[in-house]
């Protein structure tokens, strides 16, 4: 199935796995930020249909019939009402998956319906119009915005369809030359620079989107031990827990904490410190089950995410626990082993909190609790 995609990519000298990733759905917190991007687009495209009801009005103005100017003006509320609808959608509650799509096609074919207006008029006006061909690529820039690879190829694709599809339809049934004073002449090798143009610019809103999940995804992890980090699970809680209620289970958040790491750095160096946090990170990441998670939030604390009642979690960490503490760690090359043992209080969703601030509070009173009952324990309920 990747085999058409990777000998385009690399047609286009583009590494295929960027492609790849940029027709994967993007990651929930890149589509809540594309969805405000939406919202800045939907805003745009208003402020935008206002200014063209100005247009028909000039044109009235200027000496236009009246049966022109009323068309015009009809279209002019047209297209304002359909940004209107656009707006009140993308500032709807619910997110709507399919709205960027249909407002890339509005975007683009509103672009062509207006081209196709102006060549029934002079045809070479709808192959050379500088002004309203610009609209194709501020549609595509403005797929940007929305965050999604899949989306800019879509908006890039069906401008190029639609704008190829015009221009040759032009060039093969208008009289020849197309030539104007005002539009110049139209040529075919000027509408393939278009459509290249286009490309361009479709190729480079992608490199954008790419660069920026990148970035998000590189904000969102730890550098030592490669796991997400407070970032990325401060806004990816949010969502676990509406997951959870729809679907009815309970999540347990263990919060742990290394046990005397200071003395492992002050003895051994940080560079011993460091390999013991991987060391740790890397069993912790062995008891993880499907749509369970581990971040490092801070030097030497780690929390989990568990999609089970706490009574099970208590049962699996402490598990894990005993094992690690079984496992040899050797701080340096021919040193001692020395025991990794770690803390670690739990909070159970729903039941001990709704929200992320308040379960990691009761899990670290738990591991408070732990510490001081001598440490090397998991702590599921207050004393
Ligand atoms: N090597 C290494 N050490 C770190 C890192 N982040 C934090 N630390 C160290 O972790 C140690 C934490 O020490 P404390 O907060 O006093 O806790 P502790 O010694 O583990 O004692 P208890 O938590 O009471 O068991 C400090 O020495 C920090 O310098 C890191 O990324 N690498």
């Known amino acids: 199935m990747d085999a058409p995609r990777d000998t385009l990519s690399r047609a286009l000298l583009v590494d295929p796995s960027v492609f790849r990733r940029l027709l994967e759905r993007p990651d929930e917190v890149m589509l809540e ?63 709507h998956g399919w709205l960027p799509y249909a407002t890339g096609t509005w975007d683009v074919t509103a672009t062509s319906l207006v081209l196709v207006l102006l060549a029934m008029r002079e045809p070479v006006a709808g192959v050379n119009s500088i002004v309203v061909w610009c609209f194709y690529a501020i549609a595509i820039l403005m797929t940007a915005l929305r965050n999604d690879g899949r989306l800019v190829l879509y908006v890039g694709g069906l401008a190029m369809l639609q704008y190829a599809a015009l221009a040759f339809t032009v060039l093969a049934l208008a009289p020849q030359p197309l030539i104007s004073i005002g539009y110049g002449q139209a040529t075919l090798a000027g509408q393939l620079e278009r459509l290249l143009l286009l490309l361009l610019v479709t190729l480079l809103t992608c490199a954008v989107v790419y660069r920026m999940q990148r970035l998000v995804e590189l904000s969102g992890r730890d550098g030592l031990t490669g796991l997400p980090n407070r ?22 958040l263990a919060l742990l904490d290394l046990d005397r790491f200071k003395r492992l750095n002050d003895d051994f160096g940080h560079r011993a410190g460091d390999r013991a946090l991987r060391h740790v990170a890397s069993h912790l990441s062995e008891m993880l089950e499907e749509s ?40 340096e090359r021919g040193t001692e082993t020395v025991a990794m043992t770690f803390s670690a209080g739990l909070a159970a969703f729903p039941q001990d909190g709704s929200d992320a601030s308040t379960l990691l509070g009761v899990a670290d009173r738990r591991l408070q609790a732990a510490k001081q009952d001598g440490r090397n324990r998991v702590v599921a309920l207050d004393r």
């Not at 206002?50 to 009235?60: Q, R």
């Not at 990325?232 to 999540?251: D, E, K, N, S």
């Open 33 to 95: 930020h594309g969805a405000g991007g939406e919202r800045l687009v939907a805003k745009l495209r208003a402020i935008l249909s206002v200014a063209i009801l100005a247009l028909p009005l000039i044109a009235g103005l200027g000496g236009a019939g009246t049966t022109q100017t009323l068309v015009g003006l009809a279209l002019a509320v047209f297209v304002n009402i359909v940004a209107q609808v656009w707006l009140a959608l993308a500032r709807s509650h619910r997110r």
């Open 231 to 252: 970032v990325w699970l401060l806004q990816r809680l949010p969502r676990m827990f509406q997951a959870a209620r729809a679907g009815g289970h309970t999540l347990t």
């Open 292 to 331: 369970e998670h581990l971040a490092r939030i801070g030097g030497q604390e780690f929390v989990l995410v568990l999609r089970c009642p706490i009574g099970s979690a208590w049962e699996r960490l402490d598990r894990t626990r005993r094992l690690l503490a079984d496992i040899p760690f050797h701080p």
